[in-house]
């Protein structure tokens, strides 16, 4: 097979045009082509009065493959292999089942691993199934009642699932395949498996984690929601077994191997998991507020006069500023033709996402407009002081709100400008608890909400209208990625035998693809059993 890159077509290119356009590159004739299938797929809008598809397509052909390489001579033509993810030899012999917590994309695909390997995972989530989730959720936007175990940040799917679906990443790992695989395998649309910029939108995520478990049951795995991990059984430095909670229930599990896919807003477990002995240290995190414009503004920006065409959808955009001698900015998670969302997932507290569905269609754009804050900066050298400044926040923000899940918010003209909010103009803020005109500076730190005043005018710089004085702020963004990290060893356990902290929530993963990935390797290391206490 041969991988044939830059390859550069028209909006309104037709399925002839890229055939063509291959054998030209290979300098062969079309019908030379047995099969023609895109690996890659990405948008060159750097002149935006000629805005083109560029791909990547691998092929098969008629004749000698390393004839045809020597004959068209380009360096866009290399050989090419389909990947093929294979699990290692599976030598654990333990009679206990390995006990997965948490049912984010961690804990979903290393217990999927597991189930493929015939170890038959027991999976608990304190959260509820994602269509009881649903339901929850939309209470808690419709009616402002929060379910603390059920919620944006918990249940099937993990956070993840009331987001954007958006599987960019920036690890290098072939595992990320086997994600992506196994997500189209399970309902995520094809084009996930090609496209530069991958996303399955929440609405569509839904029906794919609940096929994954599904499938996780049918191998002989066994999934148990609203059940809440209360307890690790430690004897002579090793997992015995694990307490948790079901149905107001106490039951002791004996098992000799737990994995913590706990997720990042856990904050009781972890605090139950640092007093069982488990050594934890400071990780950094960010903070800041989802920025938010009318999704033509951006598109506009970033398209020219082709935004609004069927072919490119809504437009994206990903911004950094790293001053010389200062803190930097990033947007993070942009949701284009999206909403942000309420994600609290403890009483007395507001923190916002964006979510997207598939489609991308809402009359808004939103990303988080965020700024990184080291260990130094937190208020205390205790190994959860992260935690508790992330609380703070958004216990701040509860107040300020008016104590009902009301966001703050405010435009971003009157936050250049050092002042509060009276009221909103054209940008309708679309936060579903509703929002507050306030001052986003009596939420967050002063540094960082000068570094996102400074970023805002920098970024406008790169993405015309960013620092329109109508987009709105709404705030905190505080659970970008944990504060806290499980310590863990080259075997990926921690200082307790058979214990896997894992995923975003033990701080090793930053999005929905690393942290399955992270859970895949975890998985490894079970089947593997290269310890024996």
């Known amino acids: 097979m041969l991988r044939i890159n830059e390859i550069k077509l028209p909006l309104d290119y037709r399925e002839q045009d890229l055939k063509k356009a291959t054998a030209r590159v290979l300098k062969i004739k079309p019908e030379s082509i047995k099969t023609l299938s895109v690996a890659r797929k990405s948008i060159d809008s750097r002149k935006k009065s000629d805005i083109k598809f560029i791909f990547a397509v691998d092929v098969e052909i008629d004749g000698n493959e390393d004839n045809i390489l020597k004959k068209c001579g380009s360096n866009r033509v290399s050989s090419s292999q389909i990947y093929d993810y294979v699990l290692p030899p599976i030598a654990r012999k333990s009679k206990y089942r390995p006990v997965v917590v948490g049912f984010g994309p961690a804990g979903m695909f290393c217990a999927l691993t597991l189930a493929k390997a015939g170890l038959k995972p027991l999976v608990i989530e304190r959260g509820c199934d994602v269509d009881k989730r649903k339901k929850d959720v939309e209470n808690f936007w419709d009616n402002r009642v929060l379910n603390e175990n059920s919620n944006v940040q918990f249940g099937e799917g993990g956070a993840g699932t009331f987001s954007d679906g958006k599987l960019t990443t920036g690890i290098k790992n072939k595992r990320c395949r086997e994600v992506f695989l196994q997500f189209e395998k399970h309902g995520a649309p094809s084009e996930i498996l090609y496209s530069a910029k991958p996303h399955i939108g929440t609405d569509k995520l839904t029906d794919v984690v609940k096929n994954i478990r599904n499938t996780i049951i049918a191998l002989g795995g066994d999934v148990v929601f609203e059940s809440k991990l209360t307890n690790i059984i430690i004897a002579n430095g090793v997992v015995h077994g694990i307490t948790y909670e079901h149905n107001n229930k106490a039951s002791d599990l004996e098992t000799d191997c737990v994995v913590l896919a706990i997720g990042h807003s856990a904050r009781d477990t972890v605090k139950m998991l640092y007093a069982k002995g488990i050594k934890m240290m400071q990780k950094p995190f960010s903070v800041g507020a989802r920025i938010e414009h009318p999704r033509e503004i951006i598109d506009k920006a970033q398209y020219g006069g082709f935004a609004g065409h069927t072919a490119l959808g809504a437009a994206d955009y990903k911004l950094s500023c790293h001053p010389l001698h200062g803190r930097g900015a990033y947007t993070f998670c942009m949701?284009?033709?999206?909403?942000?969302?309420?994600?609290?997932?403890?009483?007395?507290?507001?923190?916002?996402?964006?979510?997207?569905?598939?489609?991308?269609?809402?009359?808004?754009?939103?990303?988080?407009?965020?700024?990184?804050?080291?260990?130094?900066?937190?208020?205390?050298?205790?190994?959860?002081?992260?935690?508790?400044?992330?609380?703070?926040?958004?216990?701040?923000?509860?107040k300020i709100g008016g104590g009902d899940y009301h966001a703050p918010a405010q435009l971003v003209g009157d936050f250049l400008n050092c002042k509060a909010t009276k009221s909103f103009k054209s940008v309708n803020p679309s936060c579903p608890t509703g929002v507050v005109p306030s001052d986003i500076r009596l939420v967050l730190p002063q540094k960082v909400t000068d570094t996102m005043a400074s970023a805002i005018i920098e970024m406008d710089k790169k993405l015309k209208g960013f620092s329109m004085y109508d987009a709105v702020l709404t705030a905190p963004e505080t659970r970008s990625s944990s504060p806290v990290r499980i310590i863990r060893d080259d075997f990926l356990e921690c200082n307790i035998g058979n214990v896997y902290p894992c995923g975003e929530g033990a701080g090793y993963a930053g999005g929905i693809v690393s942290a399955a990935v992270d859970g895949i390797r975890c998985a490894e290391a079970i089947i593997v059993d290269e310890h024996n206490y």
């Open 335 to 398: 949701c284009p033709g999206g909403t942000v969302v309420a994600a609290a997932s403890e009483k007395g507290g507001v923190v916002v996402n964006g979510m997207s569905e598939y489609a991308r269609n809402c009359e808004n754009s939103n990303s988080a407009l965020l700024v990184g804050i080291e260990p130094e900066n937190f208020p205390s050298d205790h190994p959860l002081s992260g935690i508790d400044y992330q609380l703070q926040m958004e216990q701040t923000a509860f």
